[in-house]
């Protein structure tokens, strides 16, 4: 069964970073998009940001400036760099493949998504 595997959550401080990495095991992530959820207690799932094989990326407005998406190709590794971390940040985040892609007005959204990992948690508190 194909399957991502997410890690590098933790407890932080506000203000603070984390960088989350995301694996595959049985295949390899070169080819696909790959996109960053999260689940926050009592929330729905949300999307935070997407990458696309070729480097185009999307961020959520909520983390548009603190977030940065990347993938290392070598490593077949895709990397969120979370920054300026707040409380509302707080949730458990999933990385997943996105089996459809498509511009409006320039601007990248990832969806379908499948192939999830098991999720790890981020916690910013004081």
């Known amino acids: 069964q194909v399957q991502l595997v997410e890690s590098g959550g933790g407890l932080v401080q506000p203000g603070g970073s984390l960088r989350l990495s995301c694996a595959a095991s049985?295949?390899?992530?070169?080819?696909?998009?790959i996109g960053w959820l999260r689940q926050a207690p009592g929330k729905e799932r949300e999307g935070v940001s997407c990458?696309?094989?070729?480097?185009?990326?999307y961020y959520a407005d909520s983390v548009k400036g603190r977030f940065t998406i990347s993938r290392d190709n070598a490593r077949d590794t895709v990397y969120l760099e979370m920054n300026n971390l707040k409380p509302e940040d707080t949730a458990v985040y999933y990385c997943?493949?996105?089996?459809?892609?498509?511009?409006?007005?320039?601007?990248?959204?990832?969806?379908?998504?499948?192939?999830w990992g098991q999720g790890t948690q981020v916690n910013v508190s004081s």
């Open positions: 997943a493949t996105a089996g459809f892609i498509q511009y409006h007005g320039g601007r990248l959204t990832c969806s379908s998504y499948s192939d």
């Open positions: 049985r295949f390899t992530l070169t080819n696909y998009a």
């Open positions: 990458i696309t094989s070729d480097g185009s990326t």
